[in-house]
């Protein structure tokens, strides 16, 4: 069974500042998709940004960006010039390629910018 | 694009009664999976359907059902409401195309059991 570890719980930084979440996760798959999500205080889920497993070239998605280490089974999040729009619970997430869109999940980190 | 709606949004229920929630996909996508929201347990699968089948179930008991119309609409059924069926619960659906892997979430049923 995968599972995804993010290993921080909260953190808080100051507008324009750059902050990294950290995720880790356990799989005997070879090829597979990882996610961030990001869930405001109003609970809409969406997606941040994707990786495959397959792709050495780390994701970009605007100011995120993903640095990606198959090998340490590592999936971070780096955010760039944060805002106070970028306040809200981060999930990380593992799909395997084969079978049902089955997302496992991280226990989330609860990211506050402050002004 | 409409986003996926989920509705009732909030409700109250007490234990023992039953309940079924529902969520109405993007337009073209086929898949919809759910998910239970909890504080204690995190983000947790309860299953998936395509073309009205279930292709996997998460481990959760046998009240927890669920079902695909022939327009991808689903609904989630719980039975025998228990207080620790009180959650966030979570559909998402997901296209066919070369992006299948990406799943869009509606907002969320809130279910209180009392």
């Known amino acids: 069974a995968q599972t995804v570890t993010q290993s921080q719980p909260e953190m808080s930084v100051q507008e324009a500042e750059t902050v990294t979440l950290s995720c880790t996760y356990d799989?005997?798959?070879?090829?597979?998709?990882l996610f961030w999500y990001k869930q405001p205080p109003s609970r809409q889920m969406i997606l941040v940004i994707r990786?495959?497993?397959?792709?050495?070239q780390n994701a970009t998605e605007n100011r995120f960006s993903v640095n990606f280490q198959k090998a340490a089974k590592s999936f971070s999040l780096k955010i760039s010039d944060s805002q106070l729009g970028d306040t809200a619970m981060y999930f990380c997430?593992?799909?395997?390629?084969?079978?049902?869109?089955?997302?496992?999940f991280g226990q989330g980190t609860r990211l506050t910018i402050n002004p | 694009k409409a986003g996926v709606t989920q509705t009732p949004r909030y409700l109250i229920k007490t234990r023992g009664q039953q309940v079924t929630l529902s969520c109405s996909p993007i337009?073209?996508?086929?898949?919809v999976s759910w998910y239970q929201q909890t504080p204690g347990q995190g983000l947790q699968f309860l299953f998936e359907?395509?073309?009205?089948?279930?292709?996997n179930k998460g481990n959760f008991p046998g009240r927890f059902s669920g079902r695909q119309f022939s327009n991808s609409r689903s609904e989630m059924n719980v039975s025998t409401l228990e207080l620790g069926d009180s959650a966030l619960y979570l559909c998402?659906?997901?296209?066919?195309?070369?992006?299948?892997?990406?799943?869009?979430f509606g907002p969320g049923t809130r279910l209180t059991v009392t």
């Open positions: 998402a659906s997901s296209s066919t195309g070369p992006s299948s892997y990406e799943q869009y």
């Open positions: 799989t005997s798959e070879n090829n597979y998709y």
């Open positions: 990786q495959e497993a397959y792709k050495q």
């Open positions: 997430a593992f799909m395997r390629i084969q079978g049902a869109q089955k997302l496992v």
């Open positions: 337009s073209g996508h086929r898949s």
């Open positions: 359907y395509f073309s009205e089948t279930q292709r």
